[in-house]
């Protein structure tokens, strides 16, 4: 099994920052892609941030130029740093990971893993 562990969020003023970061443990291979996504009250669960294996990243247009996404693959883990942060911006954040593990079989798959989510709050 594979766990995902999400730490960093919490209540900020609009305009700060906040560091969030998730981390794997457990039937690791190696981990490709890493995502951060977020989901509002009554809203869509929505793609954020994407960072590949050759560490290319992508942003939604919403926090392009204000969120950084990145990775330490030593330690598994994937952050997302978070600045000039606005109201709207106020959501459950998830990671989620594309970990290739071994099976029962004994062989190789990849799977979808996602973290708790994390409350990041953005107050005006």
């Known amino acids: 099994q594979v766990q995902l562990v999400e730490s960093g969020g919490g209540l900020v003023q609009a305009g700060g920052s906040l560091r969030l970061s998730c981390a794997a443990s457990?039937?690791?291979?190696?981990?490709?892609?890493m995502y951060w996504y977020r989901q509002a009250p009554g809203k869509q669960r929505g793609l954020v941030a994407t960072?590949?294996?050759?560490?290319?990243?992508r942003y939604t247009d919403a926090v392009k130029g204000r969120f950084t996404i990145s990775r330490d693959n030593a330690k598994n883990t994937v952050y997302l740093q978070m600045s000039s942060l606005k109201p709207e911006d106020t959501a459950v954040y998830y990671c989620?990971?594309?970990?290739?593990?071994?099976?029962?079989?004994?062989?190789?798959?990849?799977?979808?893993?996602w973290g708790q989510g994390t409350q990041v709050t953005v107050s005006s």
């Open positions: 457990g039937n690791i291979l190696r981990i490709d892609a």
């Open positions: 960072i590949t294996t050759d560490g290319s990243t």
């Open positions: 989620n990971m594309h970990v290739v593990r071994t099976v029962v079989s004994g062989s190789t798959g990849t799977f979808s893993y």
